[in-house]
């Protein structure tokens, strides 16, 4: 059972809350419920299992696709406030995409049940144009990163990733390995380190043990 401060929290971050009537608001409010996730759990084929609509309160959260090689290609990331639709695609026609989720942070989460969510979704029409819109949205940053992979050189994603992590932890010290990198990126860890060797000679950045460090940005940007 949710309480009044988790109920502001769901009503104020899901747009179409506003719009239900009060049973449906019931429904959503009793069923919800709130699941702990440590740094490092992951949820494998998150779309295959269909847990239900993920509403992150807090933390961060990785969704990624797994080839078919065992490679992995980040899709997008989920912080405070942001909803995972993907999680609960099965209720839409001919949606078989599988996203896993990582826990980058330890993450709280809220969980509307698949049964719930396909029930609204079946007799709310805010609901379904809701649903549509994310899913739209989501398909939209999944082809983009698809562009960069198959159009973009390695130069170029590589000075794009540490560009939005940077953006993204608000420091230009990022905390990172190249193995996970090169995990976000589908490519080699050999690879992230010629790049980043490349950069550190260019005098881009500042390599060290677990940490790489932007000391040019607006060179950094040029790529």
């Known amino acids: ?30 069923n919800t419920v709130v699941k702990h996730y440590l740094k490092g759990n992951q949820l494998l084929n998150g779309v295959s299992e269909c847990s239900g609509l993920i509403l992150v309160k807090s933390g961060q959260i ?35 995409f599988d996203v896993s989720l990582e826990f980058e942070q330890n993450s709280e989460i809220y969980v509307i049940p698949t049964n719930v969510w396909s029930n609204l979704s079946n007799t709310n029409l805010s609901i379904k144009d809701y649903s549509m819109e994310l899913i739209a949205s989501r398909f939209s940053e999944v082809m983009w990163v698809m562009e960069q992979l198959v159009f973009k050189g390695i130069g170029e994603r590589v000075a794009t990733y540490l560009i939005d992590e940077s953006a993204m932890q608000q420091t230009y010290t990022l905390t990172t390995t190249h193995e996970v990198i090169a995990k976000n990126l589908s490519t080699a860890r050999e690879v992230i380190s010629r790049t980043l060797k490349h950069f550190e000679s260019d005098g881009i950045l500042e390599l060290s043990r677990g940490n790489i460090k932007i000391i040019d940005l607006k060179k950094l940007r040029s790529y």
Not at 1 to 29: A, R
Not at 71 to 80: A, M, P, V
Not at 84 to 92: G, H, K, P
């Open 1 to 30: 059972m949710l309480n009044i401060i988790d109920i502001d929290f769901l009503s104020s971050h899901l747009t179409f809350f506003s719009m239900l009537k009060s049973d449906e608001q019931k429904l959503i409010t009793e």
């Open 62 to 96: 990785r969704a990624y696709y797994i080839s078919e090689d065992g490679r992995q290609i980040t899709l997008y990331r989920l912080l405070s406030g942001d909803v995972c639709i993907m999680s609960a695609s099965c209720v839409l026609k001919n949606i078989t």
